[in-house]
């Protein structure tokens, strides 16, 4: 059973920061992608950044326009763990944080290319 736990979340003010976790059950990390998605009341899922591993065991990450520059995505696989750093906060990312385990061969800016999903976690951030 795949199993993923985020943390990190709160109410921070504009211009702050925020650090996010993902912490995944032993075995998750058999797969080549990690995201972060987002979603605000009323509005649709929306991909954040996403960290892949490639065959030569190094990494490489995607992010959103919106948070290109301001936002940080890692991964420990020793630890099973995906992080979010995100500085320079807006107002406009306020929403509940998801991560996500990736499918193979698929988008990786789309929600269908994830397979497993947390809980989620809320960010809020004051203006």
């Known amino acids: 059973q795949v199993e993923l736990v985020e943390s990190g979340g709160g109410l921070v003010q504009a211009g702050g920061s925020l650090r996010l976790s993902c912490a995944a059950s032993?075995?998750?990390?058999?797969?080549?992608?990690m995201g972060w998605f987002r979603q605000a009341p009323g509005k649709e899922r929306e991909f954040v950044a996403a960290?892949?591993?490639?065959?030569?065991?190094?990494?490489?990450?995607d992010y959103a326009d919106s948070v290109k520059g301001r936002f940080t995505i890692s991964r420990d696989n020793a630890k099973n763990a995906v992080y979010l750093q995100m500085n320079s906060l807006k107002p406009e990312d306020s929403a509940v944080y998801y991560c996500?385990?990736?499918?193979?061969?698929?988008?990786?800016?789309?929600?269908?290319?994830?397979?497993?999903w947390g809980q989620g976690t809320q960010v809020t951030v004051s203006s």
């Open positions: 960290v892949t591993w490639s065959a030569y065991s190094t990494s490489y990450a």
């Open positions: 032993a075995g998750t990390f058999s797969g080549l992608r």
């Open positions: 996500a385990r990736g499918r193979s061969g698929y988008s990786t800016i789309s929600s269908a290319g994830y397979d497993y």
